[in-house]
């Protein structure tokens, strides 16, 4: 039986640490979490001693960063382990801490978080923060203080949709990266593309264009979104639409700032048989 140990009241750096052992390396997957003073090791064990036990967070062995003043923390002790462990079973495979830019990413966050950073992040007292990770996980220790093992639960499916998530917004970064179709608009810049990655539209208007449009290759269904502060009004673009494609279902935003044509919200919805080009024509010149 393999056991991961980490210290009680685990915080976002251990329970990540748990995440990435169980969910990276098969051999961990059914793994027990047992749970020490911070700094102990399992039964008072001599740390990374057992090959079938390993210590995150604590015990000072080798996914512990507490005996080091360097930028680092166990959950990127961690990944690195893991990279190694994975490069040491299949040594044909190419690359190590570069075959998983979501999960470096994600891993990065957690280290600035265990530093203690986030009191730099910009506006650090917005209640926003408030439904991050962070928060999160302190909430589920006052509420579950005497269930480390509850918070480390709810820590794996939470940290599950934040890779997924980061997943997503890579691909989508990348979308953008090769397929956008840049195009001017009276109100600024935008950017068009077709692709199945929803997260386009957020990622374009994060990064500055005033208009984003996605075309679903798959379902045809178009969205075309302007940021909410911007002063752009696609009512008249939304009224050409309409006479260029009777028959799609056309939906104008009560704010002026979107429109839609189908959506899975409504499945008996239809989607326009206007081309990426027709649809950026219009939003060019109106």
């Not at 999960?103 to 986030?118: Q, T």
Request: net charge neutral; hydrophobic share 40%.
């Amino acid at each position: 039986m393999k056991i991961i140990v980490t210290h009680f009241a685990p915080d976002v750096d251990a329970i990540t640490s748990v995440w990435l052992l169980k969910r990276f390396l098969p051999e961990w997957k059914e793994a027990e979490v047992r749970f020490v003073p911070a700094g102990k090791s399992f039964e008072n064990q001599i740390v990374d001693s057992d090959p079938d036990i390993l210590h995150v967070d604590t015990g000072m062995g080798q996914l512990d960063h507490h005996q080091t003043d360097e930028d680092t923390c166990a959950a990127k002790l961690t990944l690195d382990f893991i990279f190694k462990n994975k490069s040491a079973v299949n040594k044909k495979k190419k690359g190590t801490a570069g075959n998983d830019a979501p999960m470096e990413r994600l891993v990065e966050v957690v280290n600035d978080i265990d530093h203690f950073r986030e009191v730099y992040f910009p506006n650090p007292m917005s209640d926003y923060y408030d439904f991050g990770l962070v928060a999160i996980f302190d909430g589920w220790k006052l509420i579950f203080s005497d269930e480390p093992l509850k918070i480390v639960e709810l820590g794996l499916l939470t940290l599950d949709g934040i890779y997924k998530n980061f997943q997503n917004k890579v691909w989508a970064e990348n979308e953008i990266d090769k397929k956008g179709i840049e195009f001017k608009t009276k109100w600024g810049k935008g950017i068009a593309l077709e692709t199945v990655n929803d997260e386009v539209i957020r990622i374009a208007q994060r990064t500055g264009f005033t208009v984003a449009v996605r075309k679903d290759p798959k379902k045809d269904y178009v969205r075309i979104k302007s940021l909410p502060q911007s002063e752009a009004d696609l009512t008249a673009c939304y009224n050409i639409f309409r006479k260029l494609d009777k028959e799609a279902t056309w939906f104008l935003h009560s704010s002026r700032k979107m429109i839609l044509n189908g959506s899975i919200k409504n499945p008996e919805s239809k989607p326009t048989k206007l081309t990426l080009r027709e649809i950026v024509n219009v939003l060019k010149n109106e």
